[in-house]
């Protein structure tokens, strides 16, 4: 069911309507590294990141892609964030820290370019897709690209300037590429099992989402480092997400399972005549192929 067959056969282009925030300052990199969840002291020009901003709780309010331009480091996050998180950074800038925090929403566009040949696209552009990784930001012009690896998939990341988003996405049509609606991004986002906001913000620990790969706790204390800490040590995790199949409706929100017992719903597309969905279980569950629903439907289950 998670294969790649859904995957457009050249390549789709979505804009994507992040929050984008620029810090600023001498010591806007060492003040990034005492908030957010991954190690971002070393990342060099040009270098990528990708970390959590928590609270202290443990708990996610954002999602952030970093990138680290020198004098200033562009971090992109999940739409409808911005403001809460530039407040959150602002509130852990010590009075004798030259750090800056920024709204660059209406300056910066984020795309997501993804698809089976979207190398042939870049080459049209004059991109040598070689050169693009998960690790760094390759400058093309004005714009910044990147990859994001998911699975056996890839997405290619591109930041440009909004006043250049346009023409950017009618060269890559141009090249070969389609573009495509929130319907379709809210499908394939759901299959690849990519998060947004949905299931990325303050009702869900990192764990829970299966994002164990972004919380580094030998780095030094953040904000709801000690909670991650503990439930490393213990082990025990009590929900999972995981993706779901229903030839019914599955609204966002809580449901109750007579043989699991709460499910949580955090997002819904429909696919091939049903619907495809993400949603939080009981970790114990997590086994299941199939969950039974109040209403006594059935749904399948598949771990992400």
Not at 113 to 129: E, F, M, N, S, T
Not at 144 to 172: H, K, M, Q, Y
Not at 189 to 201: F, H, Q, T
Not at 230 to 240: K, P
Request: proline share 3%; hydrophobic share 40%; aromatic share 4%.
């Amino acid at each position: 069911m998670s294969g790649e067959g859904f995957l457009h056969p050249l390549a789709e282009v979505f804009v994507v309507p992040s929050s984008i925030s620029v810090v600023k300052g001498a010591d806007g990199l060492e003040h990034l590294n005492r908030t957010l969840t991954a190690d971002v002291s070393g990342l060099r020009l040009q270098g990528r990141q990708d970390a959590l901003l928590c609270n202290a709780n443990g708990r996610i309010l954002d999602h952030l892609i970093l990138c680290n331009l020198g004098e200033q480091v562009i971090l992109v996050g999940n739409h409808g964030t911005g403001d809460e998180t530039r407040q959150q950074l602002l509130q852990g800038v010590a009075w004798d820290e030259e750090v800056t925090v920024m709204n660059a929403d209406g300056a910066i566009g984020h795309l997501r370019l993804l698809g089976k040949a979207v190398d042939r696209c870049l080459v049209g552009l004059g991109i040598d897709p070689s050169e693009i990784d998960s690790q760094s930001w390759t400058e093309f012009g004005s714009a910044l690209i990147s990859r994001t690896d998911v699975g056996d998939s890839a997405i290619t990341e591109i930041l440009v300037p909004s006043v250049e988003l346009e023409s950017l996405v009618e060269s890559l049509v141009v090249n070969g590429a389609k573009t495509m609606d929130s319907a379709r991004w809210s499908e394939l986002r759901i299959r690849l099992g990519i998060l947004e906001r949905s299931e990325m913000n303050s009702s869900n620990l990192p764990f829970e989402l299966g994002l164990h790969e972004l919380i580094e706790l030998d780095k030094g204390c953040y904000p709801g480092q000690e909670i991650h800490a503990r439930m490393e040590s213990r082990g025990r995790i009590s929900r999972t997400l995981v993706r779901l199949f229903s030839d019914l409706p599955l609204p966002i929100g809580k449901h109750v399972s007579p043989n699991v017992g709460r499910i949580t719903v955090t997002s819904y597309a429909e696919h091939e005549g049903g619907v495809v969905a993400l949603a939080i279980i009981p970790n114990e569950a997590r086994e299941l192929e199939e969950l039974v629903f109040e209403d006594g439907s059935l749904v399948k289950v598949e771990l992400i």
